[in-house]
């Protein structure tokens, strides 16, 4: 019996990682047409085929949840055309368990996708990101730039992606008569200065909310995540609170990836063993492709809500999981 339990691990780990890849794929030859309108005397097709392969790895994070249903999907209702989960259950084994046993191998992939996400991919997006922002200046000099004041000097900037500042230009007022520039396409931050590129340095503290972005937010590490969230879990400035919101949500929605897995598979999963049973493979696929898709929907909606209404994050996240639990465990009764 462990040797069926085995094959289901590793059915569902290969089919998973397979349909993971194929997204992966996808999305970069999507991610390559789009970039191509881009394309420059410096931003060359091999630059872009450089940044579409280093941000790929990163992106997949997005599809891990649908390609680990999936492969789930395939797995189990192959199984159940070749008569193995009739074995199984001949055996004694509950449906429940069986998907307890098939999700196992999904998860794992998951947890490995996260882990290696966390440690490379996301370091290997940034990077690409910025190699394409240097290579894109003249665009990024078209883009509205922020603003942050600090007692006399004015610094002005497109975006900051880790230590580097790009389009920045400060302006430092001395005794309200006299006007010093400071500009550079590319500028670093040093601790508490700023190096230009003449290698100029001017004592200015970037203040943390000004590092991060809500829309690259979710490009941090976990543990940087975190650091963010105990800044600002006393204060009760507006601004502050929405962007501890957006710091809960890029956070929770990266820890809870396995468990809403298991929460997609066990619902998903019981409909092979349910009144769905004498569907064929594809309309199993179809039908958990919409599932996945219908589960993002209400997760992002409920974290939006969640969020306008100043409510716990964490609750938002969950919420779609708890629905699918509640509703996997009504068709377990029925089986």
Not at 255 to 283: E, K
Request: aromatic share 12%; proline share 2%; charged share 20%.
């Amino acid at each position: 019996m462990g040797i069926f339990n085995l094959y289901l691990i590793k059915r569902s780990f290969v089919f998973s990682i397979s349909i993971l890849i194929l997204f992966g794929i996808l999305d970069s030859i999507f991610s390559l047409i789009s970039e191509l309108e881009n394309i420059s005397e410096r931003y060359t097709f091999t630059s872009i085929l450089v940044y579409v392969f280093q941000s790929m790895p990163h992106r997949l994070i997005d599809f891990v949840e649908g390609a680990c249903l999936l492969g789930v999907m395939i797995a189990l209702a192959i199984s159940h055309q070749e008569g193995n989960l009739n074995v199984l259950r001949s055996a004694g084994k509950s449906p429940f368990k069986i998907i307890l046993i098939s999700s196992i191998g999904p998860i794992l992939l998951a947890t490995l996708l996260i882990l290696f996400d966390e440690v490379i991919f996301k370091k290997s997006y940034i990077n690409a990101e910025i190699n394409k922002n240097v290579l894109l200046e003249k665009v990024i000099a078209s883009n509205e730039n922020k603003w942050i004041n600090q007692n006399d000097l004015f610094l002005g900037y497109q975006d900051i992606i880790e230590d580097n500042i790009f389009n920045a230009k400060l302006i430092k007022l001395i005794d309200d008569k006299e006007i010093n520039v400071f500009e550079s396409k590319l500028a670093k931050i040093d601790d508490t200065k700023i190096v230009f590129g003449n290698d100029q340095q001017v004592n200015f503290v970037i203040p943390i909310q000004s590092r991060i972005s809500i829309k690259n937010i979710q490009n941090e590490n976990i543990s940087e995540l975190y650091y963010l969230k105990k800044l600002f879990i006393e204060s009760k400035l507006e601004d502050d609170i929405l962007f501890k919101q957006h710091i809960d949500k890029a956070l929770y929605k990266v820890v809870l990836i396995p468990l809403s897995i298991f929460a997609l598979i066990a619902y998903f999963g019981s409909l092979i063993f349910g009144s769905l049973r004498d569907l064929n493979i594809g309309a199993r696929i179809t039908i958990a492709v919409f599932g996945a898709f219908v589960y993002k929907l209400m997760q992002d909606l409920s974290i939006g809500i969640f969020i306008s209404f100043n409510l716990s994050v964490l609750i938002g996240v969950m919420i779609p999981s708890i629905l699918l639990a509640l509703l996997a465990i009504n068709s377990y009764r029925k089986i």
